[in-house]
């Protein structure tokens, strides 16, 4: 009786030694997860942000396309 009592009690340590070393490699991949996911949310806002520059340029052309182009016809119409 006390060697199955011994062997159940050191079948349950061992089983709470895994069940700890798996909780600690979880809480690591956890935490390697949170800093992959704030590189990738970073690098998003970066792109957000370049693209939102790049469409202020674009209509910044744009109505600096339009100005020259006013400019344009009335310089023609003034030459007529």
């Known amino acids: ?8 009690h050191v079948a349950l340590t061992g ?16 935490v390697e997860l ?3 996911m704030h ?3 970073s690098e998003r806002n970066n792109l957000i ?11 910044k052309a744009k109505a600096d396309s339009s100005r ?9 119409r003034a030459c007529r």
């Not at 942000?49 to 209509?59: A, C, F, I, N, T």
């Open 34 to 36: 949170a800093e992959q």
């Open 39 to 41: 590189a990738v949310t």
């Open 1 to 8: 009786m006390r060697f199955i009592h011994l062997a159940l």
């Open 49 to 59: 942000r370049e693209r939102d520059d790049l469409e202020s340029q674009v209509e």
């Open 15 to 30: 089983a709470l030694i895994f069940s700890v070393a798996n909780t600690i490699e979880a809480k690591r991949d956890k």
């Open 68 to 76: 020259l182009r006013d400019m344009v016809a009335f310089h023609m």
